[in-house]
């Protein structure tokens, strides 16, 4: 075989082990989160957010989480009820406003679970409509997200509004 042939076989196997090499290593994975509101009515949460997508080690991340009262009631309006984590029914989610969504890294989904992992574990009369009800659920989310949001807003129960301001404080949103 001629010098020259068995350069260019060496050069062409070389090529297609880094062709090989470069389709086997994983897309970079990622998980979509949306955050949404739902206009006042009978069903709750009214705010809440859904993640979507894949993590670096595949697995697939199709999840919803807000936070509201278990039995939802006039008692609501007199002081802290029982309540939990609660993922939303697919037709709830569609029927809702989704304001803006963030691509997340595995160590923010982390984070993101362990904050519905605190939420989920509040000792028990543990939504208050004042203190403690979707809105601060959400707010703890985004926070964890490193996104800005407005300790001292007005919108604590108007989840509409309150991812409005979110969206006005981090322009970048959509």
């Known amino acids: 075989m001629k010098p020259a042939f068995a350069h260019l076989l060496r050069i062409a196997g070389l090529a297609a082990m880094l062709l090989l090499a470069s389709l086997s290593v994983t897309a970079r994975a990622e998980v979509s989160v949306t955050f949404y509101s ?25 999840t919803a989480f807000g936070f509201t009262a278990v039995n939802v009631s006039p008692g609501i309006l007199f002081g802290s009820v029982d309540g939990h984590v609660k993922a939303p029914s697919a037709s709830y989610i569609a029927s809702s406003n989704p304001h803006f ?16 992992d605190k939420w989920q574990n509040i000792p028990q009369k543990s939504y208050s409509l004042n203190k403690r009800n979707c809105v601060h659920f959400i707010n703890d989310a985004i926070k964890t997200l490193d996104l800005k ?26």
């Open 38 to 62: 739902h206009d006042f009515g009978k069903n709750f949460p009214h705010a809440f957010f859904v993640a979507k997508g894949e993590t670096a080690d595949g697995r697939q991340v199709d």
């Open 101 to 116: 969504t963030v691509r997340i890294k595995d160590r923010q989904y982390r984070e993101l679970l362990a904050v519905v």
């Open 149 to 174: 949001t407005n300790l001292k807003t007005a919108n604590w129960k108007k989840p509409r509004s309150f991812m409005e301001e979110v969206m006005r404080l981090n322009p970048f949103l959509k």
